[in-house]
């Protein structure tokens, strides 16, 4: 049974960082690509980033590129999302997802299984 388990949000003031992490289980980790999403209640949902199984190829949503960087740990089974210089447009909650058919332009990836998000507040 797949199951991805995010941590690591919460309240941060703008230009500020938070490191967000996914613990995953239940799945061959390092064969998969993984990604995290964002999206808020009643909202559309906005790929954020992808990491191929070995690491080596990543894309980033231009939203976010040269602020935000995206990890894995395949001794660990974790996904790690690095933020930085964060603005009040990251406030929302950030999903970590399986993506099927691979890490590509994240405006064309398909997500898989996620798991229940960590909320991310950026707030003075």
């Known amino acids: 049974q797949v199951r991805l388990v995010e941590s690591g949000g919460g309240l941060v003031q703008p230009g500020g960082s938070l490191r967000v992490s996914c613990a995953a289980s239940?799945?061959?980790?390092?064969?998969?690509?993984l990604g995290w999403f964002r999206q808020a209640p009643a909202k559309e949902r906005e790929a954020v980033s992808c990491?191929?199984?070995?690491?080596?190829?990543?894309h980033y949503a231009a939203s976010v590129q040269g602020r935000f960087t995206i990890s894995r740990d395949n001794t660990e089974n974790t996904l790690h999302l690095q933020m930085n210089s964060l603005k009040f447009d990251a406030t929302t909650i950030y999903y970590c997802?399986?993506?099927?058919?691979?890490?590509?332009?994240?405006?064309?990836?398909?997500?898989?299984?996620w798991g229940q998000g960590t909320q991310v507040t950026v707030t003075s």
């Open positions: 990491i191929n199984g070995n690491g080596e190829t990543t």
């Open positions: 997802a399986t993506v099927t058919y691979g890490c590509r332009v994240v405006t064309a990836l398909t997500w898989g299984y």
């Open positions: 239940g799945f061959t980790f390092d064969a998969y690509a």
